[in-house]
């Protein structure tokens, strides 16, 4: 994969100035619910009036109250979790380098409103990185990130940009004419500091050591040095790369306050899926165990039920979910020669948001770079936005029917198509992702260009399209 990464300068500029746009669209949405006055805590009073109604709630906005952050308190350090799951302290539910954001943009913070402000300020450039870099591996399909109506509805929902950018870019650091171990250590990196911040592009680590370990492009990538056909080795310090990080940047943490750090994964495991998570588990499988004819008891007992289930079927799918993209993985490489570490983490995320308990709305940021890079049909993209706006407006437009007790039917309708289409188109990603390439040919300078380089009459080696 070479830098060859060619797009044209100016699209790359158009791209980033749109995801600007996009971006000061996407706070200004937000900011319609973080408006004068505010009550004795910094809490915007129209707040809990409007951010369903008006679709404009943030968890930004929301978690100002409720972990300390309005009394900044450092994260983690000595926070807790109590016997009912409510966390204190200064401990929130995300990993700690997300924590170590949500610290720092309450800092000049006294209200919701400049919470949300500085939040937007310390996440925006994250976005623009992430435009930066799409722009220059897939040209104008980089505008879907950059001006699509995720960014404008999500872009500081919540703190996603950041992983965002640490997952794109570890791919975009694999395009670079570096040899392949140094790239591929470079890229574990990132994807572990995206772990720290969200988790999910942890998993991507796995297919990544594959194609580092089947020696990258038509195998043809790795050192002349290495014995045998498998670089075992260069996997192996791709992994370590990325443990080595995570380590890193935990330990400290855990050491200095181990109570508050380990609460936020407690806090994560006790969730249950419930009407808030927009997950397939709430709108399908609890209809086999509830229903509205239940006594309280009864009822309390078969939720409580549903629940072990989910607790139980959710990561053990999702981890099948995970297998299943590798194994398709290693078959393609046997056909053409390149493992597509690329599509078949894309798979894997499509696996982990259909079958994980809780989807946020969010989420669709993490999925938009795949639909840029991978050579996706656009009318199944299109589709895909479109039930996603069903889901994104309509889960809140149904909380504010249900809260102000009116007839909810036609909302939950667009929940539903937003739950069930997400689901549908899902399974169908998670398939083609593993069977499409990249939107443009990468190729990258290999070990052995990089030792040859050093020998006049050796010939380096050029590789045939990856992924």
């Known amino acids: 994969m070479r830098s060859g990464v060619r797009a044209n300068p100016m699209t790359v500029v158009v791209v980033v100035a749109m995801a600007a746009l996009g971006l000061i669209l996407g706070y200004l949405n937000k900011a319609r619910c973080a408006v004068a006055p505010f009550d004795a805590s910094g809490r915007s009073t129209v707040f809990d009036a409007i951010k369903d109604s008006s679709v404009c709630y943030s968890d930004i906005q929301f978690l100002w109250l409720g972990r300390d952050i309005d009394n900044h308190i450092f994260p983690y350090i000595h926070g807790a979790i109590t016997s009912d799951g409510i966390l204190t302290g200064g401990t929130v539910e995300y990993p700690v380098l997300s924590g170590l954001l949500m610290w720092l943009g309450a800092i000049p913070a006294h209200t919701d409103a400049q919470f949300l402000l500085t939040s937007a300020l310390i996440l925006a450039p994250f976005g623009l990185l992430t435009a930066w870099m799409l722009g220059r591996m897939a040209g104008w399909s980089a505008l879907l990130w950059s001006i699509g109506p995720p960014v404008v509805m999500y872009a500081f929902h919540n703190w996603e940009l950041p992983v965002v950018a640490a997952a794109v870019g570890a791919i975009f650091v694999m395009t670079l004419p570096m040899p392949l171990r140094r790239r591929a250590i470079l890229a574990s990196v990132l994807l572990a500091v995206g772990f720290c911040l969200k988790l999910y592009p942890g998993a991507f680590v796995l297919p990544l050591i594959a194609y580092v370990v089947t020696g990258g492009i038509d195998g043809r990538e790795s050192a002349d040095t290495i014995r045998g056909r498998w670089d075992v080795r260069g996997g192996l310090m791709v992994a370590g790369a990325a443990i080595g990080t995570v380590v890193a940047i935990n330990l400290p943490f855990a050491v200095l306050g181990y109570e508050g750090w380990r609460a936020s994964f407690t806090f994560q495991s006790l969730r249950q899926a419930d009407l808030t998570t927009n997950s397939i588990w709430y709108w399908g499988l609890r209809h086999f165990y509830i229903s509205d004819q239940m006594t309280p008891d009864a009822y309390a007992e078969a939720d409580a039920s549903f629940q072990d289930v989910v607790d139980v079927a959710s990561p053990l799918l999702v981890f099948a979910a995970f297998a299943l ?54 009318a199944l993209v299109a589709a895909y936005l479109v039930v996603d706006l069903s889901m994104g407006i309509g889960v809140f437009k149904y909380f504010a029917a249900l809260a102000s007790g009116v007839d909810a039917e036609d909302e939950e309708f667009f929940v539903l198509v937003g739950v069930w289409g997400r689901a549908l188109l899902l399974v169908v990603l998670f398939v083609l992702f593993i069977r499409t390439r990249m939107r443009i040919p990468m190729r990258g300078k290999t070990d052995r260009e990089s030792v040859s380089s050093r020998r006049p009459a050796a010939t380096s080696l050029t590789g045939s399209p990856g992924q």
């Open 325 to 378: 993209a590798l194994w398709l993985g290693w078959r393609r490489a046997k056909v053409f020669g390149t493992y597509p570490w690329v599509a078949v983490s894309g798979s894997m995320l499509c696996g982990f948001m259909l079958l994980h308990k809780v989807h946020s709305p969010q989420y669709t940021l993490w999925l938009l770079p795949f639909l840029v890079l991978l050579r996706v049909p656009w």
